[in-house]
């Protein structure tokens, strides 16, 4: 077995892969905690469809909010809105918990022209999907720096360019090989020196090609219909290599997938995490719990004066990581979820993470920094907002034991440094413990940590013996786990982990 390189690099225990043997451990998902209201979607020119499609981008410690403003037709307490035309808008944030829209100024709405309306013509927003990245590609001349993805009518996926993120130009027409009435992303992978488009594609009935068949219309739903998620791959965002649908594993192609928020982890780069919509329409087999979810009112005039699935259908939100951008573990279980019924969810259009991550300070004084999400609230119902969740640094999965315990043996690896520093979460009478190993699974003398416990997202490891001693080798490391887990470990030089 050829020895895992994994240099200083952080390690996050999100799949099997270092793995070579487990007992007793398992990798287990953790869901967000919802932390609150960061920004009322309240103005004329946004509405009950608003935030869906959003962005959130972090320019040099400000973060900034690229979100949808639209109204769709809905009724409430017996009167009628009758909807309004998608526009794209700006807001911004220093700490990532209270945005507040910038004041552009550039485009009039509804008479006004004090809004944060970025201005784009009406071609570029019609029909409601849009995305937006800023190019990290050192090679990006400056005027392409922002670079924004947007469906058109004729199934197909213009790029626009911009030096501030505001002033958008039409440069061409990216690609057209799908159905792309989603949000469509893309991103500039250092690690492998190239472009990634994912995007919407079907297949099945009513499809040609990965495209919708003409006159079907994105609104078909049938048992021999699925929306995909397609990649390509380009090293000058010009010329792509051939699509192919991403892949899953356990190979599954069961459920309609909305969005794909495709994206890599800022604090391991060398992986992918994405957060899809799950669609579920169960009215067919279960209509009576229906009469008792919320928004009872709007979801049966959608039902019987739009299209009927609007009023049915219930989404939730999955999560998925990838070590290349292809291929991806994916979970069952809802790593997002409507939540405590309220006045207006359970119902579609919930639980859509905006694409991209803040970290934010804690809440708890003198605890250490979480990641921050966002999500809309309230679709297509009276008051709409945009919310908050949290998760730990690197939390999204571990590596998990429960109170009987459990043990993993890693694969031969190959670590440069001095020093481990792990991210970790035991109870009071919980532990994990690291010994090293040769290649052979054979203790090495003077590397084992003990019984480590406690909860952190940046503790060291302490060893009778220097690490420095097996930088560059082949080794093995046996994690014994009680009631415990382990998020990422890193191996470092001696100083203080400072989580970058």
């Not at 030096?163 to 989603?182: H, P």
């Not at 054979?442 to 690490?467: A, H, I, Q």
Request: proline letters at 4%.
């Amino acid at each position: 077995m050829n020895a895992l390189q994994i240099g200083s690099r952080r390690e996050v225990c999100w799949d099997e892969y270092m793995m070579d043997s487990a007992e007793g451990v398992r990798v287990q998902m953790h869901r967000p905690e919802y932390k609150g209201v960061a920004l009322e979607l309240n103005e004329l020119w946004e509405g009950n469809a608003s935030g869906g499609y959003a962005c959130v981008l972090n320019e040099n410690g400000i973060f900034r909010l690229y979100y949808r403003g639209l109204s769709f037709p809905t009724v409430s307490k017996g009167s009628f809105n009758p909807g309004n035309t998608a526009v794209w808008c700006l807001a911004e944030s220093r700490d990532g918990k209270a945005f507040t829209r910038v004041p552009l100024n550039l485009e009039r709405y509804g008479g006004r022209i004090d809004n944060n309306i970025i201005p784009l013509p009406l071609d570029a927003r019609k029909r409601g999907s849009w995305f937006i990245f800023c190019d990290t590609n050192p090679e990006c001349p400056a005027d392409e720096r922002y670079k924004a993805l947007v469906e058109t009518a004729k199934q197909s996926l213009d790029y626009y360019k911009s030096a501030d993120g505001v002033q958008f130009e039409r440069v061409r027409t990216l690609a057209d090989d799908g159905a792309y009435d989603s949000m469509n992303v893309a991103l500039w992978d250092k690690e492998t020196r190239q472009y990634f488009l994912f995007y919407r594609g079907v297949h099945g009935t009513d499809t040609v090609n990965g495209k919708w068949a003409p006159g079907a219309g994105n609104a078909a739903h049938n048992d021999n219909l699925t929306r995909d998620i397609r990649v390509r791959t380009s090293k000058d965002f010009v010329n792509w290599d051939e699509p192919r649908m991403i892949t899953f594993d356990p190979e599954r192609d069961d459920v309609d997938l909305y969005i794909n928020d495709i994206q890599k982890y800022y604090r391991a780069d060398h992986m992918f995490i994405g957060f899809p919509v799950r669609y579920q329409d169960r009215y067919q087999d279960d209509p009576q719990n229906y009469d008792s979810l919320p928004g009872y009112e709007n979801r049966t005039w959608m039902y019987r004066n739009r299209l009927h699935r609007i009023g049915t259908v219930i989404t939730d939100g999955l999560v998925m990581t990838s070590r290349d951008g292809e291929s991806y573990r994916r979970t069952e279980e809802a790593f997002l979820t409507p939540g405590i019924e309220s006045l207006d969810n359970w119902v579609y259009g919930d639980c859509y993470f905006y694409y991209g991550m803040a970290q934010t300070a804690s809440d708890i004084p003198g605890a250490p920094d979480e990641i921050s999400m966002y999500a809309s609230r309230g679709y297509m119902g009276e008051k709409l907002r945009v919310c908050r969740y949290t998760s730990r640094l690197d939390g999204f999965f571990s590596w998990h034991s429960d109170y009987a315990g459990g043990k993993v043996l890693t694969k031969p690896f190959i670590f440069e440094g001095d020093a481990l520093h792990i991210n970790f979460a035991t109870s009071g009478a919980g532990h994990v413990q690291f010994r090293l190993t040769d290649t052979e699974g054979n203790y090495l003398e003077g590397y084992d940590s003990g019984k480590v416990f406690g909860d952190s997202v940046e503790r060291r490891v302490v060893f009778p013996k220097s690490l420095a001693e097996l930088s560059g080798k082949e080794i093995r490391m046996e994690i014994s786990m009680k009631d415990a887990d382990l998020y990422s470990f890193k191996f470092d030089t001696d100083v203080k982990w400072r989580g970058k």
